[in-house]
């Protein structure tokens, strides 16, 4: 069993910043990529941003230079730091991971919870 558990997630002025935690628990043998997602109200639920083990990173054009993922691999947690924030930015955080656990050969995609991320004045 496992479970990713995100974090950092609130309500921020337009400009602000927020960083987001996401750490993965449970029977884990090897952690591939980890990564966030979001979503909308009323949109489908987008990449934003993906980290390898060996610390390669993909964004979603929409957040780069605004928005960077960093990973520890020992703690099994990612983290989403989130500067320049604007109001579109606003939607629920998803963490993302693929993980291969001690009792499988094979790498599963496992999701958190979610939290939500508001942009306001």
């Known amino acids: 069993q496992v479970q990713l558990v995100e974090s950092g997630g609130g309500l921020v002025q337009p400009g602000g910043s927020l960083r987001l935690s996401c750490a993965a628990s449970?029977?884990?043998?090897?952690?591939?990529?980890m990564g966030w997602f979001r979503q909308a109200p009323g949109k489908q639920r987008e990449l934003v941003a993906s980290?390898?083990?060996?610390?390669?990173?993909n964004y979603a054009d929409s957040v780069k230079d605004r928005f960077t993922i960093s990973r520890d691999n020992a703690k099994n947690t990612v983290y989403l730091q989130m500067n320049s924030l604007k109001p579109e930015d606003t939607a629920v955080y998803y963490c993302?991971?693929?993980?291969?656990?001690?009792?499988?050969?094979?790498?599963?995609?496992?999701w958190g919870r979610g939290t939500q991320v508001t942009v306001s004045s």
């Open positions: 980290i390898t083990t060996d610390g390669s990173s």
């Open positions: 993302n991971a693929l993980i291969m656990l001690h009792s499988s050969g094979n790498y599963a995609r496992y």
């Open positions: 449970g029977s884990i043998f090897s952690i591939y990529d």
